[in-house]
């Protein structure tokens, strides 16, 4: 299973659903928790493990670089996150609204960015997604996972809150829980002064539901349906719910499926309010690669149409620009569809669909 896969897909509507108890990250049973119903326990200080170093950080944005032993006196949120991850993005607001209002009380919001894909790794794409994300915290690129394997974190997105002892007094695995994120912040401020009577209250984000199509890779070792390296034709028929269908010519990749010619069309049978895919060119192309959206079968209209996609000429589109997270589909409530994207040129690549309620 990968990194992402453990548990990120799902883990907001689970820890809402369901009464889970998981040890996590550094010191095993001696670090936080998560507990009954997704509320974390604070770690008494005597109790609480010391936190890793940054390892491996190839860069640092918004920041000269930054050590743990330097941030001492200071509460610090490490933050684990890749930029094409939208259970990651979800989260953005919530800390974009901590680094705003607790910046000057004493916290210091640190985003680790270690990513799943290969061109998640290049610093170009990373610093791109940190401008247009408007992610004005420090982050620290950490392309072969030396700060994710220091702390021993399984997971996008995931928290570790560490003290002005440097000591890990709480972990937060996934969306969700930013009252308790914020009380856990409240209080250790409030252990070398006063935190302040503002809070950040409700922030507005993207939703997130229970019984949404799981996220689906299409690369070869994530199970996808043509192998490394292989080229075929297929038409694949039906109406499998959850399950990719293909129509046209394919080539395979460990990460990715690209169109080997053109009209080369995925399917996808969903259940969501918001359809999402990771999409990239093809590596050397400057124009844009245009992909045609379709929602059950006709052009999406435009109360359903996501932040990225177009009209042109009565049909809708997606231009794919670079390698990222593009919105698809939206609506006002969770349904079932049929999504379809249709390459108009050789060469664009898919890696996942992502699900949103």
């Not at 680790?112 to 620290?140: G, I």
């Not at 249709?342 to 699900?355: C, E, H, M, Q, S």
Request: overall charge negative; proline content about 6%; hydrophobic content about 40%.
């Amino acid at each position: 299973m990968s990194r992402r896969g453990a548990l990120a897909g799902v883990v907001a509507g689970a820890l809402v659903a369901g009464s889970v108890v998981v040890a996590l990250a550094v010191g095993g049973d001696r670090a936080a928790r998560l507990v009954n119903g997704g509320r974390e326990a604070v770690v008494a200080p005597e109790d609480a493990v010391p936190a890793p170093g940054f390892a491996g950080i190839a860069e640092w944005l918004n920041s000269t670089p930054l050590t743990m032993s330097a941030l001492r006196g200071r509460v610090v949120l490490v933050d684990f996150w890749t930029y094409s991850c939208i259970n990651c993005r979800r989260t953005l607001p919530f800390l974009r609204a901590l680094h705003a209002t607790y910046e000057a009380r004493g916290l210091t919001v640190i985003g680790v960015h270690s990513p799943e894909f290969d061109f998640e790794k290049l610093p170009d794409n990373v610093a791109r997604a940190v401008r247009d994300l408007d992610v004005t915290w420090p982050v620290a690129e950490d392309p072969d996972h030396g700060t994710w394997d220091a702390f021993r974190n399984q997971y996008w997105p995931a928290d570790y809150l560490v003290d002005r002892d440097g000591r890990i007094r709480l972990t937060h695995i996934g969306e969700g829980g930013d009252t308790q994120i914020e009380d856990a912040v409240r209080g250790l401020l409030a252990e070398g002064g006063d935190p302040g009577p503002t809070r950040v209250g409700d922030v507005q984000k993207d939703g997130v539901g229970t019984g949404l199509t799981p996220e689906t890779y299409l690369g070869a070792e994530r199970g996808g349906l043509v192998r490394d390296g292989v080229t075929e034709t297929r038409d694949d028929t039906g109406s499998r719910r959850d399950t990719v269908l293909l129509h046209g010519r394919f080539t395979g990749a460990a990460q990715w499926l690209s169109a080997a010619a053109p009209d080369a069309t995925v399917r996808l049978d969903y259940t969501a309010r918001d359809v999402y895919a990771v999409l990239a060119p093809p590596p050397g192309t400057v124009a844009p690669q245009r992909v045609e959206v379709r929602l059950d079968g006709s052009p999406v209209p435009a109360a359903r149409r996501g932040r990225d996609v177009r009209e042109v000429s009565g049909r809708t589109y997606v231009d794919v620009t670079a390698d990222d997270l593009y919105h698809l589909l939206t609506g006002p409530s969770v349904a079932k569809g049929r999504v379809e994207l249709v390459a108009t040129t050789p060469g664009l690549r898919w890696f996942t669909f992502t699900f949103g309620g």
